[in-house]
């Protein structure tokens, strides 16, 4: 149930007026949406449980092998403490393309691929030090639809993640 993942970019946005728009992949954590950038997807498939590795991070599910590639993956469930984590067909992994690796995302859908302009993403309020807004980029609207976008790069190769080694990060 593997897909490959091509974006998009000829396609204008709604109500496109001529502005710079940048595409991204919608998907569902719980009741919330979220938008990260189509360029760093490189494919989605249905979850398959993943094979675990001993003494990782809770939200580090283990690895899969991914045609000869080792891929770590991470359920975002876990990691932002939202939604009841379920594994059911709709659940599924984004494998992404960071920094140099190949990293996949479990999350509890895919909606859709939407195109987004600058205008329409507003900075992320500033909440308590209880809530970390490193990693969101900003909230973006489309209609009646509220979308977290997320700096999925910048997550991912965050030390707390443990994804990238230290070598790694700072050749990045």
């Known amino acids: 149930m593997a897909q490959d993942f091509a974006p998009q970019s000829s396609r204008p946005a709604a109500g496109d007026e001529g502005g710079h728009a940048q595409e991204y992949l919608t998907f569902t954590l719980g009741p919330e949406e979220y938008a990260i950038d189509i360029l760093k997807v490189q494919e989605i498939r249905g979850y398959e449980p993943p094979t675990t590795i001993a003494n990782a991070p809770a939200f580090i599910k283990g690895v899969i092998n991914l045609r000869g590639i080792i891929v770590p ?54 909440f308590a030090s209880s809530v970390d807004t490193r990693y969101i980029n900003g909230l973006g609207t489309l209609g009646e639809r509220m979308l977290i976008v997320v700096d999925i790069e910048r997550l991912m190769l965050s030390a707390e993640m443990a994804l990238v080694d230290e070598a790694a990060e700072a050749a990045a």
């Not at 992404?96 to 996949?104: P, T």
């Open 73 to 126: 993956i991470v359920d975002l469930r876990i990691k932002f403490g939202v939604g009841k984590i379920e594994y059911t067909p709709f659940t599924v992994v984004i494998i992404l393309s960071i920094g140099g690796r190949v990293v996949g995302i479990v999350v509890d859908g895919v909606s859709d691929v939407t195109s987004l302009r600058a205008e329409q993403i507003r900075p992320a309020p500033e």
